[in-house]
């Protein structure tokens, strides 16, 4: 049976159409994918993120437990401040991608996916021994409602939250008398903060951020803009773009890999392995060279050999062309400038590898 | 919705036209598929059986086949349409055909289409 979020009654008012994603029922859209994915780029939009996971570690070990599932340093988290994190497997292998917050000594917070918060709970319960640690799944107490744009913080300011917290921090605060958790971060490439809310407020919250955001045009955004817009922003998406069979040097994360953690951690081995002398696949951003949209699933060509796969492919409504990931092979000669070639319906299509992030601040369209 | 057009339950429909016929997808059809980004039409000449895949839509989430409603061979593709899928949000079906096509198409191929008033029951 699918699930639905607190805000499930919102967004079928608001007219949205709503599909399965990962088992919840979720609105795909309520207006244009197009149209939401502008507001964001150009003004505020809101999310509702709640099938997202959230998990609290907490307990005397939750320390060295967290730095034995991830690859990266806990030790330099400073509470109330978060790190991007891979929960990776013997193999290096990505389990699930997350965001891990100190909320204090001792106890942490991590964000995970919707469609891996059972698979997380089930390895990380698997490494817990001989660690002096308790892993409570808070998912379904809590509601995660992202505000996101490039006035999406003198929106907020506006509406009372005077100190926002610093990118990839979080803060304790009160957003129209609810005790909240705001988080400045977000899945779109803009300036934004998620909000973690108890379940029983998140209505209330949800209509007063729309209520108040009208003078902004605030949009409320679907799934169908969220992905447009993490793939531009070249963001990857758990089971797209990472898997447990991909490292996260091969799937481009090497910036997130500390090169001298001293603790041991599942699949360093490998992971520094990699570092070390390379991989053989990796991730690499395209744009096609006409009008075809290359998909999650399409061959990819170069010199009339096959080298690999297309994982998230789409429309770039910022830039105006179409845009991809695909994991290729690590070919010295292939690199941003290579031109590739795309299988789409029988036919190849030419598609130039470029830099990632596909838009950024400051290349992006108004 | 034009009275005359006669749809397949996959929301493509025809619109007999002198002696040839228009082929396209429905207004229900284009709502459906919400933003439409790309559509992917056949050369001129090229024949296809009942059934058969002849275009692709690309909506911003997917890539979608069109079928065609009865066998029948391309006279004419709707360039247009290539140039600006935003015309396919227009009320007037004349604008907004796929291909046109030759048929000889006996009674057996049309039997399994449905006339305007059961393709408006069958999307309600």
Redesign the interface.
């Known amino acids: 049976m699918t699930k639905q979020t607190f805000l499930h009654d919102k967004h079928i008012k608001l007219g949205a159409?709503m599909v399965d994603f990962a088992g919840w029922e979720m609105p795909?859209?309520y207006d244009?994918?197009?149209e939401e994915h502008k507001a964001v780029r150009n003004s505020v939009g809101i999310f509702d993120v709640s099938h997202m996971g959230e998990i609290i570690v907490k307990g005397e070990d939750a320390l060295p437990y967290l730095n034995k599932i991830v690859p990266q340093n806990i030790d330099t988290l400073i509470p109330l401040k978060a790190i991007y994190c891979q929960l990776t497997n013997k193999n290096g292998g990505i389990i699930d991608d997350l965001i891990i917050y100190k909320l204090e000594d001792y106890k942490y917070l991590l964000i995970v996916n919707a469609s891996r918060i059972d698979d997380d709970l089930n390895w990380m319960v698997r490494n817990k021994l001989g660690f002096n640690v308790d892993i409570i799944n808070e998912s379904h107490n809590y509601s995660l409602i992202a505000v996101q744009g490039p006035k999406s913080s003198e929106f907020l300011k506006e509406i009372g939250l005077i100190n926002l917290p610093f990118f990839f921090s979080i803060k304790r605060d009160e957003l129209f008398n609810i005790n909240v958790w705001i988080s400045r971060t977000g899945y779109t490439g803009e300036d934004g903060v998620e909000i973690l809310v108890k379940n029983e407020f998140s209505e209330y919250l949800w209509d007063k951020l729309l209520e108040a955001g009208k003078e902004y045009n605030i949009k409320p955004i679907g799934l169908?803009a969220r992905d447009?817009l993490r793939l531009e922003a070249a963001l990857h998406l758990y089971g797209n773009d990472l898997d447990e069979n991909t490292t996260p040097i091969e799937a481009g994360l090497s910036w997130s890999i500390p090169k001298d953690k001293n603790q041991e951690y599942n699949g360093k081995c490998i992971i520094e392995n990699q570092l070390k002398n390379g991989i053989e696949k990796k991730l690499v951003g395209f744009r096609m060279l006409d009008?075809?949209?290359a998909?999650h699933g399409y061959d990819v060509y170069f010199n009339n050999n096959k080298i690999g796969i297309v994982t998230s492919g789409?429309?770039s409504?910022s830039r105006g062309d179409n845009i991809g990931l695909a994991y290729v092979k690590n070919l010295d000669n292939l690199s941003v400038g290579s031109t590739i070639q795309i299988m789409i319906?029988d036919k190849l299509h030419d598609a130039e590898i470029v830099k990632r992030p596909f838009v950024t601040k400051r290349n992006k369209l108004k | 919705m034009n009275e005359s057009m006669l749809c397949t339950k996959t929301h493509e429909y025809i619109l007999e036209q002198d002696d040839k016929y228009l082929v396209g997808i429905t207004d229900y059809a284009i709502e459906q598929l919400g933003d439409i980004v790309f559509i992917e039409l056949p050369d001129v000449g090229t024949n296809f059986s009942k059934n058969e895949a002849f275009a692709t839509i690309e909506s911003v989430k997917a890539a979608s086949e069109v079928y065609m409603p009865i066998s029948g061979e391309v006279l004419e593709v709707n360039e247009e349409i290539v140039n600006s899928p935003e015309l396919l949000n227009d009320e007037n079906y004349d604008n907004k055909w796929f291909v046109k096509i030759k048929s000889n198409a006996d009674q057996l191929e049309f039997a399994d289409l449905l006339d305007y008033s059961d393709y408006k029951e069958e999307i309600e």
Do not use: E, W, Y
């Open positions: 159409r795909v859209q244009s994918i197009i169908g447009t009008k075809s949209i998909r789409g429309i409504p319906r």
